[in-house]
């Protein structure tokens, strides 16, 4: 029983007189401590901003709803109107997927 074994230091915890764990602050395998780490900077956008910012992100959805549905609702009225404008709406956009 005189062979007894000495219990070793847990993993990340310096030994007495270890120069190098002493102020390091590494895990066991070698990388920096993120208790320490610095949060990300978190940019602050006035409110006038963000109101200006959603009425933009709005607008496409609201004019492509608002075409849709206009044209739903003429074409009970005037549908010759609205054939010529689907018409050239298909054009312009074909004339853009070529060009």
Do not use: C, K
């Not at 320490?36 to 496409?60: D, F, G, K, S």
């Not at 206009?70 to 018409?87: K, N």
């Amino acid at each position: 029983m005189a062979d007894a074994v000495a219990p070793s230091p847990r993993v990340g915890t310096a030994v007495q007189g270890d120069a190098a764990g002493a102020g390091a602050s590494q895990d066991a395998h070698g990388s920096a401590d993120s208790s320490r780490a610095n949060p990300p900077t978190v940019e602050v956008v006035p409110l006038r901003a963000r109101r200006i910012q959603r009425l933009l992100e709005i607008v496409p959805g609201v004019i492509t709803w608002g075409l849709i549905i206009t044209s739903v609702g003429l074409s009970f009225r005037w549908p010759e109107f609205v054939a010529w404008f689907v018409l050239s709406f298909d054009v312009y956009w074909l004339y853009r997927a070529v060009m």
